[in-house]
């Protein structure tokens, strides 16, 4: 049986204290759940260092919210995979809607990200996501072919195995996001395992759901064909609250399976 894949990214929240507190907490409430899940929690730059200390044999996956591509040279206020070997970090996130449309990097940044991250032994978290635009336009399924297939150019068979996809619908993150309908989170990624089935054969790459999760709508979600885990925003941000959280979808994940 798949573990269940369950993460946050806490953006720019929580300092290097708060961090190292949070992560405490879950590894402590979440100790009995080692072989039934796989967590992943994403701090900022800062609070690495902490984070990396506090989480003990791997309980709890550690990530960089963004990587630069290149290991060193002339680009002020990036962060090179050199550096975030150095903590022993297990993912990048790469293409966050944030980094797409707020700091407006593009798909071909991105490959080179993902394309990096691989060969520097990371596991890349490919955000993928339409906008409300793009969404009334119809065309949702034509935006995610293009970001997954430009984001994933030139990535060896071999590494798909160290891929992960999480699809965050631009419209249903942030303070003022809209949870995607179930039905609609279906036909999403039913879209995104057609095409990773084709540019990857053989592996089946691990598919995240994120966009406003909350105990309200988790146990729809996690039922869904294609939906490997939830990748969740604000819900996650208290140690308790994503413990409660994490229990509460896991059962129907298990039975999904059986």
Known sequence: MKPLLMGTNLKMYKTA??????LSA???????????TTLFVIPSYPALERAANTVKDKAILLGAQNMHPEEQGQFTGEVSPLMLQEFGLDIVEIGHSERRHVFGETDEQENKKVVSAL???????????????????????????????????????????RIWVAYEPVWAIGVNGVPAPADYVK????????????????TEIPVL???????????????????DGLFTGR????????????????????????
């Open 17 to 22: 204290g708060q961090t190292q507190a949070y």
């Open 119 to 161: 060969n520097h032994g990371f596991t890349a978290l490919l955000c993928v996501g339409e906008t409300a635009e793009q969404k009334a336009a119809g065309i949702a399924d034509e935006v995610l072919a293009m970001q997954l297939k430009i984001g994933l150019r030139g990535v060896l068979p071999e590494q798909a195995a």
């Open 187 to 202: 036909e999403r990624h039913a879209s995104i395992r057609r095409i990773l089935g084709e540019l990857f054969l053989l």
């Open 26 to 36: 879950l590894q402590t409430l979440t100790q009995d759940l080692r072989a039934q």
């Open 235 to 258: 819900a996650a941000w208290d140690a308790e609250n994503f413990n409660a959280l994490i229990r509460q979808v896991l059962p129907l994940w298990q039975r999904k399976q059986a």
């Open 209 to 227: 759901y994120g966009g406003s999760v909350n105990p309200q709508n988790a146990e729809e979600l996690i039922v869904q064909p294609n939906v």
